[in-house]
């Protein structure tokens, strides 16, 4: 039974990270979005 419940924590654990890992690259992106964009808007209002 314990060993059980150890298996259900690292299957919850491996579907955490793979979310955090997909956040992380999500929220690199929209960065990355949000700096070329206030840059185009710097030069714009030049």
């Not at 039974?1 to 992106?29: I, P, S």
Request: aromatic residues 4%; hydrophobic residues 35%; charged residues 35%.
């Amino acid at each position: 039974m314990l060993r059980e419940q150890l298996d259900q924590a690292h299957l919850a654990n491996q579907q955490l990270m793979g979310d955090v890992r997909r956040l992380n690259n999500e929220l690199q992106q929209v960065r990355e979005e949000f700096v070329s964009k206030t840059r185009d808007w710097k030069e714009e209002t030049r």
